[in-house]
């Protein structure tokens, strides 16, 4: 009965640390999936803020076309579209 406690609670501590070894594993793909999504977040802002540039600069781009009396073609004229 002995041998079959020991048995049981070295089984039980065995699998606690394969669990354990699992949560750190986990820990750290969670913190290389947070370093990447923050690096991502800025990506996306810096990538947000040329596209607003790209508007302003076609903006006047098109504002410069009609001064000179050129029509552009109506998908240019609307920069809202993608």
Known sequence: MVWFLLQSK??????AC???????SSN????ECLK???RLTLDIEMIRRQNEELK???SLLLAQLSQ???IPP???SNPTVS
């Open 74 to 76: 109506p998908d240019l």
């Open 18 to 24: 394969e669990y354990i070894v699992e949560l750190r």
């Open 68 to 70: 000179h009396g050129i």
């Open 56 to 58: 302003r600069d076609n």
């Open 10 to 15: 070295g089984g039980i501590l065995a699998k």
């Open 28 to 31: 750290q793909r969670l913190a």
């Open 36 to 38: 990447d999504n923050e």
